[in-house]
Protein backbone atom coordinates (compact mmCIF):
# COMPACT_ATOMS: atom_id res chain seq x y z
CA UNK A 1 0.00 0.00 0.00
CA UNK A 2 2.73 2.26 0.63
CA UNK A 3 4.85 1.40 -2.75
CA UNK A 4 5.66 3.37 -5.32
CA UNK A 5 6.69 1.28 -8.47
CA UNK A 6 9.19 2.50 -10.74
CA UNK A 7 10.19 1.78 -14.38
CA UNK A 8 12.36 0.91 -16.21
CA UNK A 9 15.18 0.14 -13.68
CA UNK A 10 17.57 1.76 -16.63
CA UNK A 11 16.94 3.37 -19.70
CA UNK A 12 19.17 4.25 -22.99
CA UNK A 13 17.78 7.25 -25.34
CA UNK A 14 19.24 8.66 -28.13
CA UNK A 15 19.74 12.31 -28.36
CA UNK A 16 16.51 14.23 -29.85
CA UNK A 17 14.61 11.22 -28.33
CA UNK A 18 11.84 11.15 -25.52
CA UNK A 19 12.72 9.46 -22.56
CA UNK A 20 9.62 7.88 -20.74
CA UNK A 21 9.95 7.07 -16.94
CA UNK A 22 7.15 5.24 -15.22
CA UNK A 23 5.79 4.92 -11.52
CA UNK A 24 2.66 3.22 -10.53
CA UNK A 25 1.23 3.45 -6.86
CA UNK A 26 -1.48 1.47 -4.69
CA UNK A 27 -2.52 4.06 -2.02
CA UNK A 28 -5.45 6.40 -3.17
CA UNK A 29 -4.07 8.98 -0.29
CA UNK A 30 -1.40 9.88 -2.22
CA UNK A 31 -2.12 13.68 -2.76
CA UNK A 32 1.29 14.46 -4.24
CA UNK A 33 3.82 13.43 -6.57
CA UNK A 34 7.17 14.90 -7.15
CA UNK A 35 10.05 13.94 -9.55
CA UNK A 36 13.62 14.30 -8.54
CA UNK A 37 16.54 14.60 -10.80
CA UNK A 38 20.20 12.50 -9.05
CA UNK A 39 23.59 13.56 -10.63
CA UNK A 40 26.40 11.20 -10.07
CA UNK A 41 28.14 12.72 -6.60
CA UNK A 42 24.85 15.24 -6.18
CA UNK A 43 21.78 14.71 -3.78
CA UNK A 44 18.97 14.41 -5.63
CA UNK A 45 16.68 17.72 -6.57
CA UNK A 46 13.28 18.49 -7.26
CA UNK A 47 12.68 18.41 -10.93
CA UNK A 48 8.98 18.66 -11.25
CA UNK A 49 5.43 17.69 -9.38
CA UNK A 50 1.92 17.68 -10.12
CA UNK A 51 -1.12 17.45 -7.56
CA UNK A 52 -3.82 14.22 -8.48
CA UNK A 53 -6.46 16.42 -9.33
CA UNK A 54 -4.45 17.34 -12.56
CA UNK A 55 -3.92 15.60 -15.43
CA UNK A 56 -0.18 17.08 -17.10
CA UNK A 57 1.92 19.39 -15.75
CA UNK A 58 4.91 20.56 -18.25
CA UNK A 59 8.00 22.73 -17.74
CA UNK A 60 10.21 23.17 -20.72
CA UNK A 61 11.06 19.53 -22.16
CA UNK A 62 9.40 18.45 -18.94
CA UNK A 63 6.20 17.00 -18.66
CA UNK A 64 4.32 14.96 -16.02
CA UNK A 65 1.04 13.07 -17.26
CA UNK A 66 -1.13 11.46 -14.45
CA UNK A 67 -3.76 8.89 -14.72
CA UNK A 68 -5.55 8.89 -11.43
CA UNK A 69 -7.95 6.15 -12.36
CA UNK A 70 -4.94 3.73 -13.42
CA UNK A 71 -3.02 5.09 -10.24
CA UNK A 72 -0.17 5.90 -12.62
CA UNK A 73 1.95 8.92 -13.18
CA UNK A 74 5.28 9.40 -16.04
CA UNK A 75 7.88 11.23 -17.02
CA UNK A 76 8.52 12.28 -20.17
CA UNK A 77 11.45 14.02 -21.53
CA UNK A 78 11.38 15.63 -24.98
CA UNK A 79 14.31 16.25 -26.80
CA UNK A 80 16.41 14.58 -24.45
CA UNK A 81 20.05 16.20 -23.82
CA UNK A 82 23.50 14.11 -22.94
CA UNK A 83 22.86 16.63 -19.77
CA UNK A 84 19.63 14.79 -19.05
CA UNK A 85 22.12 11.77 -18.19
CA UNK A 86 21.12 11.30 -14.60
CA UNK A 87 19.05 9.23 -12.13
CA UNK A 88 15.36 10.02 -11.85
CA UNK A 89 12.99 8.97 -9.15
CA UNK A 90 9.62 9.07 -8.73
CA UNK A 91 8.10 9.71 -5.47
CA UNK A 92 4.09 10.34 -3.39
CA UNK A 93 3.47 11.92 -0.30
CA UNK A 94 1.78 10.20 2.14
CA UNK A 95 -0.71 11.08 4.53
CA UNK A 96 1.85 11.48 7.30
CA UNK A 97 3.94 14.38 4.73
CA UNK A 98 6.55 11.78 4.21
CA UNK A 99 7.29 10.96 0.85
CA UNK A 100 7.35 7.28 -0.38
CA UNK A 101 10.22 7.00 -3.26
CA UNK A 102 10.55 4.62 -6.01
CA UNK A 103 13.40 2.71 -6.56
CA UNK A 104 15.38 4.84 -9.53
CA UNK A 105 16.04 5.09 -12.87
CA UNK A 106 19.15 5.61 -14.34
CA UNK A 107 18.75 7.48 -17.62
CA UNK A 108 21.45 7.15 -20.20
CA UNK A 109 21.52 9.79 -23.70
CA UNK A 110 23.35 8.81 -26.28
CA UNK A 111 24.92 11.85 -28.27
CA UNK B 1 24.06 22.38 -2.15
CA UNK B 2 21.46 24.74 -0.65
CA UNK B 3 23.30 25.71 2.51
CA UNK B 4 23.67 21.97 3.64
CA UNK B 5 27.18 20.11 4.24
CA UNK B 6 27.40 16.74 5.18
CA UNK B 7 30.60 15.18 6.98
CA UNK B 8 32.09 13.29 6.63
CA UNK B 9 31.61 12.81 2.54
CA UNK B 10 33.36 8.97 2.77
CA UNK B 11 34.28 6.76 5.60
CA UNK B 12 35.22 2.98 6.11
CA UNK B 13 34.69 1.55 9.20
CA UNK B 14 34.53 -1.91 10.51
CA UNK B 15 31.56 -3.67 11.71
CA UNK B 16 31.01 -2.86 15.18
CA UNK B 17 32.52 0.32 15.66
CA UNK B 18 30.59 3.44 16.50
CA UNK B 19 30.06 5.94 13.37
CA UNK B 20 28.49 9.26 13.88
CA UNK B 21 27.35 11.72 10.48
CA UNK B 22 26.95 15.06 10.70
CA UNK B 23 24.86 17.22 8.87
CA UNK B 24 25.21 21.09 8.85
CA UNK B 25 22.58 23.50 7.67
CA UNK B 26 22.46 27.06 7.39
CA UNK B 27 19.28 27.93 6.10
CA UNK B 28 17.43 27.78 9.83
CA UNK B 29 14.41 25.23 8.66
CA UNK B 30 12.91 23.59 10.96
CA UNK B 31 12.82 20.40 9.63
CA UNK B 32 16.01 17.56 8.97
CA UNK B 33 15.67 14.23 7.78
CA UNK B 34 18.36 11.62 7.08
CA UNK B 35 17.81 8.71 4.47
CA UNK B 36 19.61 6.22 2.94
CA UNK B 37 20.13 5.43 -0.89
CA UNK B 38 20.86 1.74 -1.67
CA UNK B 39 20.52 0.27 -5.06
CA UNK B 40 17.24 -0.95 -6.32
CA UNK B 41 14.88 0.76 -3.16
CA UNK B 42 15.88 4.42 -3.87
CA UNK B 43 15.77 6.72 -0.83
CA UNK B 44 14.51 5.39 2.74
CA UNK B 45 13.46 7.81 5.74
CA UNK B 46 15.68 6.64 8.43
CA UNK B 47 15.17 9.83 11.00
CA UNK B 48 14.21 12.64 10.78
CA UNK B 49 13.56 16.01 13.47
CA UNK B 50 11.07 18.82 13.93
CA UNK B 51 12.88 21.09 16.17
CA UNK B 52 15.59 20.66 18.32
CA UNK B 53 15.68 18.12 20.44
CA UNK B 54 12.16 16.70 18.65
CA UNK B 55 12.87 13.62 16.70
CA UNK B 56 11.11 10.49 15.21
CA UNK B 57 11.12 7.63 13.56
CA UNK B 58 11.39 6.42 10.00
CA UNK B 59 10.51 3.44 7.79
CA UNK B 60 14.16 2.28 8.61
CA UNK B 61 15.29 3.33 11.93
CA UNK B 62 16.48 0.00 13.78
CA UNK B 63 20.19 0.01 14.37
CA UNK B 64 20.65 4.40 14.21
CA UNK B 65 19.72 7.21 16.34
CA UNK B 66 19.83 10.87 15.82
CA UNK B 67 20.44 13.79 17.98
CA UNK B 68 19.47 17.47 17.26
CA UNK B 69 20.42 20.04 19.79
CA UNK B 70 21.09 23.39 17.30
CA UNK B 71 19.09 23.95 14.78
CA UNK B 72 21.37 23.56 12.47
CA UNK B 73 22.80 20.46 13.65
CA UNK B 74 21.55 17.07 12.54
CA UNK B 75 23.29 13.84 13.96
CA UNK B 76 23.12 10.66 12.76
CA UNK B 77 24.76 7.64 14.91
CA UNK B 78 25.19 3.70 14.51
CA UNK B 79 25.86 2.47 17.58
CA UNK B 80 27.69 -0.39 16.16
CA UNK B 81 28.14 -0.61 12.66
CA UNK B 82 26.93 -3.88 10.13
CA UNK B 83 28.02 -4.25 6.91
CA UNK B 84 24.37 -3.95 6.01
CA UNK B 85 24.88 -0.81 6.90
CA UNK B 86 27.26 -0.02 3.79
CA UNK B 87 25.08 3.03 2.14
CA UNK B 88 24.64 6.44 0.74
CA UNK B 89 23.18 8.93 3.30
CA UNK B 90 21.75 11.72 2.69
CA UNK B 91 20.52 14.50 4.85
CA UNK B 92 17.77 16.66 3.48
CA UNK B 93 16.00 20.16 4.99
CA UNK B 94 12.50 21.27 4.73
CA UNK B 95 11.58 24.67 6.16
CA UNK B 96 7.78 22.96 6.85
CA UNK B 97 6.58 19.40 7.58
CA UNK B 98 4.03 18.93 4.33
CA UNK B 99 6.39 18.67 1.64
CA UNK B 100 4.93 20.46 -1.41
CA UNK B 101 5.68 22.61 -4.71
CA UNK B 102 5.90 25.49 -2.14
CA UNK B 103 7.99 23.46 0.54
CA UNK B 104 10.43 21.88 -0.78
CA UNK B 105 12.67 18.80 0.19
CA UNK B 106 16.41 20.07 -0.54
CA UNK B 107 19.53 17.36 -0.01
CA UNK B 108 22.60 17.49 0.67
CA UNK B 109 25.47 15.78 -1.65
CA UNK B 110 25.80 12.62 0.50
CA UNK B 111 27.82 10.77 3.08
CA UNK B 112 29.32 7.23 1.41
CA UNK B 113 29.76 4.74 4.43
CA UNK B 114 31.39 1.58 3.76
CA UNK B 115 30.99 -1.05 7.18
CA UNK B 116 33.91 -3.83 6.63
Known amino acids: QQQVKQSPQSLIVQKGGISIINCAYE??????FPWYQQFPGKGPALLIA???DVSEKKEGRFTISFNKSAKQFSLHIMDSQPGDSATYFC??????????WGAGTKLIIKP | DAGITQSPRHKVTETGTPVTLRCHQT?????MYWYRQDPGHGLRLIHY???????DKGEVSDGYSVSRSKTEDFLLTLESATSSQTSVYFC???????????????FGAGSRLTVL
Open chain 1, 91 to 100: AARSSNYQLI
Open chain 1, 27 to 32: NTAFDY
Open chain 1, 50 to 52: IRP
Open chain 2, 27 to 31: ENHRY
Open chain 2, 49 to 55: SYGVKDT
Open chain 2, 92 to 106: AISAQGQISGANVLT
